[in-house]
């Protein structure tokens, strides 16, 4: 069975301070790993994906099979960011997502 | 292109009535799949559909709940007999193939 954890549920950080939302998962293979971000009152929308190794809004994730982790970082938060972040691994045809993360950038 | 597309945005029923929610995908996008977020939870994900055919439903309540994507047409998530347990925001996404693809905005139904 495939499951994504993220262990915390509100995240509260200070603007320009680093953040780091966790992630973690379980698979018997080799996953393919997203982060999806919701601003209030909008879609659901890519972040990035970690086969694609780019970085979005200054944000970036390494995937760590060793620690089946999936964790999204970003050095310097800004209150832009606040939302609702979801992490999700894709396998045999099925997206799995975490039960998210809400980041709050406090001014 | 428009993206997928869920209408309505939101839809208000009764106790007992039936609720139909919309998903059109993306032009060229053959996979359809149907997620639910309650309140205080995550995105939790439903069934998974190919035109015609269901592919994967084991998220889907075993009662009341029904899916479909037929040749022409939208995708539908039908609930019958509604109650206030099923009011949550109701996302759709489409690819075209098994992997991801794009979002719609939901669809968020309350249930009176």
């Known amino acids: 069975a495939q499951r994504v954890t993220q262990p915390e549920k509100l995240l509260s950080v200070f603007k320009g301070a680093p953040v780091e939302l966790k992630c973690n998962y379980s698979y018997s293979g080799s996953p393919e790993l997203f982060w999806y971000v919701q601003y209030s009152r909008q879609r659901l929308q890519l972040l990035l994906r970690h086969i694609s190794r780019e970085s979005i809004k200054g944000f970036t994730a390494d995937l760590n099979k060793g620690e089946t982790s999936f964790h999204l970082k970003k050095p310097f938060a800004q209150e832009e960011d606040s939302a609702m972040y979801y992490c999700?691994?894709?396998?045999?045809?099925?997206?799995?997502f975490g039960s998210g993360t809400q980041l709050t950038v406090l001014p | 292109n428009a993206g997928v597309m869920q209408n309505p945005r939101h839809l208000v029923r009764r106790r007992g009535q039936e609720a139909r929610l919309r998903c059109s995908p993306m032009?060229?996008?053959?996979?359809v799949y149907w997620y639910r977020q309650l309140p205080e939870e995550g995105l939790k994900f439903m069934v998974y559909l190919q035109k015609e055919n269901i592919i994967d439903e084991s998220g889907m309540p075993k009662e009341r709940f029904s899916a479909e994507f037929p040749k022409e047409g939208p995708s539908i998530l039908r609930i019958q007999q509604v109650v206030r347990g099923d009011s949550a925001a109701y996302f759709c996404a489409s690819s075209p193939d098994s992997r991801m693809g794009a979002f719609g905005s939901g669809t968020q139904l309350s249930v009176l």
């Open positions: 999700a691994l894709s396998g045999r045809g099925q997206l799995t």
């Open positions: 032009k060229g996008h053959s996979h």
